[in-house]
């Protein structure tokens, strides 16, 4: 498809998330009570964001415009965090990690997976021609066969018969073979290609690409190396265009700056009597004054606060003595309000990020014409604005410093004040300081600061804790949906999960998360997953589609690959180190855990004392608390055989457990089709 149909399919998703922007601030704000509202609200939300996150998705892949791209990204991360936010309340509201929306899918008219395009009456009649004809096809196959049979019969019949052969008996018999032998290529060419009209047989280029998908990837790739060529293109123009403005206009915002800063002092000489003090830098200079404001704006700001704080200072007397009774009032009353307060949804991180993308998107890009940006590059104009702010910023910084002795020599000419010494405050907490800092240092003390990362990776892969990922697409875990999950739980039934809500569960806890570092950092946080389930159901599959489909680095740290490896206690505590060091130097990175239940073990089996399961099980609990909301570090264990497990250290460690069972009936079905289910 073009640019300009890329553009419009955003244009309509922007429509469709301001819409549901609208009406989540509208239903969310009001209490509700009744827990089958809720959920259906929710889930709703969950929908409605998903689809909006699927064109968003399609949308960034394909566009090429650098700004737009940039846009876009934001308010992409604002809809993956806000579909976690979702289902995170979801899981708080149920408390279950599986949740089945038929009924509502059915409400809006959607199928839970793509739909399946109806045929004409031409179609319909010519698959049933070819199944009749396939039928006929077999029955003269057979009909043919019996014939020949006969034929040799007789054939061998007479050749015992024949004792002794004449010349012209030899000639009729050589040409019967080379008859034979060309009808019979005839034949079978004249078979291949009725069993190829029939539909029984592949066409001759069957297995080859067609032009049209070689097209296709053709197309793709060239849209690839255009957007690499608008962003690198982009990014010069940032330098070359502020380069340029810094010389053009660099003097004349100086001068306006001063001006500005000059008229503000001395308003504030005439209304209040004193010159103001100047903000220090560390507040944001002269830039927290003239936010958005004219001078004289400020000047009404600054008496208004006059008057505010006169009115605090009376107040502040009368609130001190009802502080402490107001507590002890409301404490039982909090109690039991409790009980009886409504559900209210959780304050969301990412509806400010979307709206402030949504409103960008109506300011700049909504009625923009592009008429003549048919290459789809970057606008000059709009670069000059966000730079000029930029420049206008880092020239205020040299203002400030320049005013703030400028207004030093002002009162001393003035009002013919001492400058008197200032207090640095160096020596005041300076100890303090000083043993804060070497207490962190202790803490957090470089094993290996004499060592690079190159050569921690390179240990690790020699060892085989850090191994290569298969590449496998999350899409090739084939799954159906289940369609009476919602119909099972009204009659108090809970259904077993299948293959494609676990596919989701994954998506949402591993790989959206891994996937962005501002969604990792603002959404509810998922440290590490538990995939347990028999053998044989695609739990190791699911950690390698994990980091292929994020670019993880993956860690094995399982019991029987860690065995005999950095032995004793400061070798295990060197492991983890390098381990933690290289996953965030090269984030994000997944820990797998193969057979975790081991690292877990009640009591451990005679024949793997030798192996030390239990070698991580004091450590998992201290690396949890050491991964931070920065640190795209997640831990996955898979496990067969949980209930040889500690339970109770076992969950402490998994903050989610998902159920991985084996194929139903449909999944089976979807996998092989045309195939019976196997038992």
């Not at 047989?201 to 060239?222: C, D, G, M, W, Y």
């Not at 207490?439 to 600061?449: E, S």
Request: net charge positive; with cysteine.
């Amino acid at each position: 498809m073009s640019s300009a149909m890329y553009n419009e399919m955003w244009h309509q998703t922007q429509e469709a998330l301001n819409s549901l922007l609208d009406k989540e601030s509208q239903k969310t704000v009001e209490p509700h009570r009744n827990q089958v509202f809720i959920f259906h609200m929710l889930a709703t939300f969950y929908i409605k964001y998903v689809q909006i996150f699927r064109n968003l998705e399609n949308v960034y892949d394909q566009i090429v415009h650098p700004q737009k791209r940039i846009l876009i990204r934001k308010i992409l991360d604002g809809v993956m965090g806000r579909i976690l936010e979702l289902k995170n309340e979801m899981v708080e509201l149920e408390l279950t990690e599986f949740h089945y929306f038929d009924d509502i899918l059915q409400d809006l008219k959607l199928a839970p997976k793509s739909s399946v395009k109806t045929i004409t009456l031409e179609q319909a009649v010519k698959l049933i021609q070819i199944a009749e004809r396939a039928r006929q096809g077999r029955l003269r196959a057979l009909f043919m066969k019996q014939i020949f049979l006969q034929e040799y019969r007789a054939r061998q019949a007479r050749l015992l018969g024949e004792r002794v052969a004449d010349v012209a008996a030899a000639a009729l018999r050589i040409q019967k073979v080379w008859r034979g032998f060309h009808q019979n290529k005839k034949t079978k060419r004249e078979r291949e290609e009725e069993m190829m009209f029939l539909g029984m047989n592949p066409p001759p280029l069957f297995n080859e690409v067609s032009t049209t998908v070689i097209q296709a990837e053709k197309v793709t790739r060239q849209r690839d190396e255009l957007q690499i060529k608008h962003e690198e293109d982009y990014k010069k123009a940032m330098d070359t265009i502020k380069d340029h403005l810094q010389l053009i206009e660099g003097a004349d915002i100086k001068e306006n700056l001063r001006d500005q800063i000059r008229h503000w002092i001395i308003e504030c000489r005439n209304v209040t009597g004193t010159f103001p003090e100047y903000p220090k830098e560390e507040e944001g200079g002269s830039a927290i004054i003239f936010s958005n404001k004219t001078p004289q704006q400020v000047i009404e700001d600054i008496i208004a606060n006059q008057e505010e704080e006169e009115k605090k200072r009376k107040e502040k007397k009368k609130e001190k003595k009802q502080v402490k009774k107001v507590k002890e009032k409301k404490v039982p009353k909090e109690k039991s309000k409790e009980e009886d307060e409504p559900w209210k949804m959780s304050p969301s991180v990412f509806l400010r990020t979307m709206e402030e993308g949504n409103n960008t998107y109506k300011d700049m890009w909504k009625n923009k014409d592009e008429s003549l940006n048919f290459p789809q590059d970057y606008d000059p104009e709009m670069i000059k604005e966000e730079k000029r702010k930029e420049l206008e910023s880092e020239i205020r910084v040299q203002v400030d410093e320049l005013m703030r002795q400028e207004l030093k020599n002002i009162k001393l000419a003035v009002n013919r004040e001492k400058e008197l010494p200032v207090k640095t405050g160096k020596k005041k907490g300076g100890k303090n300081k000083n043993k804060g800092k070497k207490g962190r240092r202790g803490k957090d003390k470089d094993l290996t600061a004499d060592r690079t990362i190159e050569s921690l990776y390179k240990e690790l892969v020699e060892e085989g804790l850090l191994v290569q990922t298969l590449k496998v697409n999350l899409s090739d875990y084939i799954g159906e949906y289940s369609y009476l999950g919602a119909t099972l739980r009204r009659v108090s039934i809970e259904p077993m999960p299948s293959l494609l809500d676990v596919r989701q569960l994954i998506a949402l806890y591993g790989i959206l998360p891994l996937g962005s570092a501002e969604v990792h950092q603002n959404a509810p946080l998922v440290k590490s997953l538990l995939l347990a389930g028999p053998s044989g159901v695609g739990k190791k599959m699911l950690v390698h589609a994990i980091c292929s489909e994020t670019g993880a680095n993956l860690f094995n740290l399982s019991a029987e690959n860690i065995a005999g490896k950095y032995p004793g206690k400061n070798g295990l505590q060197m492991m983890i180190h390098v381990v933690l060091k290289v996953a965030r130097q090269l984030q994000p990175s997944v820990v797998w855990i193969g057979d975790t239940e081991k690292t877990f073990y009640k009591r451990v089996p005679n024949a793997e004392k030798t192996n030390e399961p239990k070698r991580l099980k004091k450590q998992l609990p201290k690396i949890l608390k050491l991964l931070k909301p920065n640190d795209r570090i997640l831990i996955v264990g898979t496990t067969r055989r949980p209930f040889d497990a500690e339970i109770q250290s076992f969950c402490r460690v998994y903050q989610k457990i998902i159920l991985v069972p084996r194929p139903d009936y449909a999944s089976r079905y979807g996998k092989y089709p045309g195939r019976a289910a196997e038992p």
